[in-house]
């Protein structure tokens, strides 16, 4: 989904009081995330599925470094895999991921603009 799509509002979030359980999950994905690299490649994913040739080119790190990120966004089940002949296309299978990263780099833009905070 483009990032100029209209994003689910906050109504349409699991709100309940998180458990043990579901904090140690969240932080676990920021814990991910914590790195600008995954963060980018969540970004480009968020945008549409690519193969790791072009997702190194767009991040300008290896291609030996991007595919070990994957391998971990893979692993921890953020990042879903498409074969198609010898090419493997990766991708976001989670709306919920693809609205946190928007947000959280809206946020950061926020933050170095000064523009003002809204909701």
């Not at 579901?22 to 994913?45: K, N």
């Not at 879903?80 to 709306?95: A, K, N, S």
Request: with cysteine.
């Amino acid at each position: 989904m483009p990032v100029s799509e209209s994003l689910p509002t906050a109504t349409t979030a699991h709100l309940r009081t998180p458990d043990d359980a579901r904090l140690a999950e969240a932080a676990a994905v920021f814990a991910l995330l914590s790195d600008a690299t995954r963060l980018h490649l969540i970004w480009l994913l968020a945008q549409e599925e690519s193969d790791v040739g072009s997702l190194a080119d767009q991040c300008s790190a290896s291609r030996t470094a991007v595919s070990q990120h994957l391998a971990k966004l893979r692993l921890a089940g953020l990042v879903e895999t498409r074969r198609e002949g010898r090419h493997v296309f990766y991708r976001l299978g989670d709306g919920h991921l693809r609205r946190l990263v928007v947000e959280a780099l809206s946020h950061a833009d926020h933050r170095i603009t000064g523009e003002a905070p809204h909701d």
